[in-house]
T-cell receptor, first 111, second 113 residues
Framework: KQEVTQIPAALSVPEGENLVLNCSFT??????LQWFRQDPGKGLTSLLL?????REQTSGRLNASLDKSSGRSTLYIAASQPGDSATYLCALQGAGNMLTFGGGTRLMVKP | EAQVTQNPRYLITVTGKKLTVTCSQN?????MSWYRQDPGLGLRQIYYSMNVEVTDKGDVPEGYKVSRKEKRNFPLILESPSPNQTSLYFC????????????FGDGTRLSIL
């Protein structure tokens, strides 16, 4: 059974800092890996999706990488802003529509 | 506007009183799913559907039922709710194919007393 771990569970940084969020998984037989953002009282917003055959995806200040051999993904956020404060979740898609989530990293960016 | 709509957003009810949480999407998505989110346990999949009349269990299906009679709707039914089903519930949908992002609703907070 797929297990997904996100470290750290919480992170506080000053505005402008570059930061890396980590996601590790146990089963490399995946279709894709997705990074989501969750704001308090809201649903999840998809940020990036990396197909199993890809190594990375970029969107604006966000860059996500995938290394299936080591069971790891990272989400890099450049020049962080207070508006980036949220919980970030990674999720692995396996067979069918099974999506397994990590526990999330709660990010706070201080002005 | 493309969206996934859940109703109600909040519900407080009592043990044993049947309830239904509705989910509707306007994006003609084939796949729809239900998740629950609990502190310390994260998001866990309850049921999913790959198309009309095709549903399958996720990780935590006990105590829940679903149906997919129309492509746009995927209701979650709690026939006899219990306090351990108090949680934050999310519906999601996506296009068919292996590499399509999930679109989530804003969530339904259920409290079962």
């Amino acid at each position: 059974k797929q297990e997904v771990t996100q470290i750290p569970a919480a992170l506080s940084v000053p505005e402008g800092e570059n930061l890396v969020l980590n996601c590790s998984f146990t089963d490399s037989a995946i279709y894709n890996l997705q990074w989501f953002r969750q704001d308090p009282g809201k649903g999840l917003t998809s940020l990036l999706l990396i197909q199993s055959s890809q190594r990375e995806q970029t969107s604006g200040r966000l860059n996500a990488s995938l290394d299936k051999s080591s069971g790891r993904s990272t989400l890099y956020i450049a020049a962080s802003q207070p508006g980036d404060s949220a919980t970030y979740l990674c999720a692995l898609q396996g067979a069918g529509n099974m999506l397994t989530f990590g526990g999330g990293t709660r990010l706070m960016v201080k002005p | 506007e493309a969206q996934v709509t859940q109703n109600p957003r909040y519900l407080i009810t009592v043990t044993g009183k049947k309830l239904t949480v509705t989910c509707s999407q306007n994006m003609n998505h084939e796949y729809m799913s239900w998740y629950r989110q609990d502190p310390g346990l994260g998001l866990r999949q309850i049921y999913y559907s790959m198309n009309v009349e095709v549903t399958d269990k996720g990780d935590v299906p006990e105590g829940y039922k679903v149906s997919r009679k129309e492509k746009r709707n995927f209701p979650l039914i709690l026939e006899s709710p219990s306090p351990n089903q108090t949680s934050l519930y999310f519906c999601a949908s996506r296009l068919g194919g292996a590499h399509q992002p999930q679109h989530f609703g804003d969530g339904t907070r259920l409290s079962i007393l």
